[in-house]
């Protein structure tokens, strides 16, 4: 008899453990979706502490990563091959998708997906978070951070370019007191 109970118990633990979907070969934007969904919420589950739970309220932005390799020539006449990171839209609710920013962070990063939730600790007391996940092509949780939307990323990076603008120009002794930036006909930094 305790070896029927025995195989049961096997049977039970390897039914009910906590495997994720192998994503397809060429998947649809459904099937990151779920794929990217089932990604997170298990690694959630996982972080969590006795008595604690979430409660997922808004799926924000999912970002597939996409490498883009640009050639150009230098002044001594070699090209030079550079590859800039972008990304492609899987899901955006609240309509803060650029392509020329991925949200997600890592060297192996493949998808980014940003998540608002209650937490709920053993006592009941709820914090909201809004929380970016990075999946590598496995499924693997690789980095955490805050949410920022992209195009708070890109308002950042616009900034930062026209201060290294204006850092250059008064380095090479040039008056940068009547310059002024554009950066594809507006303001750096200016969010719409």
């Given at each position: 008899m305790w070896k029927y109970t025995v195989l049961l118990f096997f049977f039970i633990v390897s039914c009910a453990s906590d495997t994720t979907k192998p994503l397809p070969f060429n998947p649809s934007e459904y099937e990151l979706i779920d794929w990217s969904n089932d990604c997170v919420q298990k690694y959630l589950h996982q972080t969590l502490k006795e008595g604690e739970r979430i409660k997922p309220l808004e799926l924000i932005l999912i970002q597939k990563r996409m490498d883009v390799c640009l050639a150009y020539e230098r002044l001594d006449?070699?090209?030079?091959?550079?590859?800039?990171?972008?990304?492609?839209?899987?899901?955006?609710?609240?309509?803060?998708?650029?392509?020329?920013?991925?949200?997600?962070?890592?060297?192996?990063?493949?998808?980014?997906?940003?998540?608002?939730?209650?937490?709920?600790?053993?006592?009941?007391?709820?914090?909201?978070?809004?929380?970016?996940?990075?999946?590598?092509?496995?499924?693997?949780?690789?980095?955490?951070?805050?949410?920022?939307?992209?195009?708070?990323?890109?308002?950042?990076?616009?900034?930062?370019?026209?201060r290294a603008i204006k850092i250059a120009m008064d380095a090479m002794g040039k008056d940068t007191s009547k310059v002024h930036l554009t950066i594809e006909g507006k303001e750096p930094g200016v969010i719409e």
């Open positions: 006449g070699t090209e030079k091959v550079d590859t800039v990171f972008g990304s492609i839209k899987v899901f955006d609710h609240r309509n803060d998708f650029s392509e020329r920013v991925f949200i997600g962070k890592g060297v192996n990063s493949f998808l980014a997906l940003s998540l608002a939730f209650l937490k709920y600790n053993a006592w009941g007391d709820s914090c909201y978070n809004e929380r970016t996940y990075t999946l590598d092509k496995n499924g693997n949780v690789i980095n955490e951070s805050q949410y920022i939307s992209p195009k708070e990323v890109l308002s950042r990076q616009e900034l930062e370019f026209a």
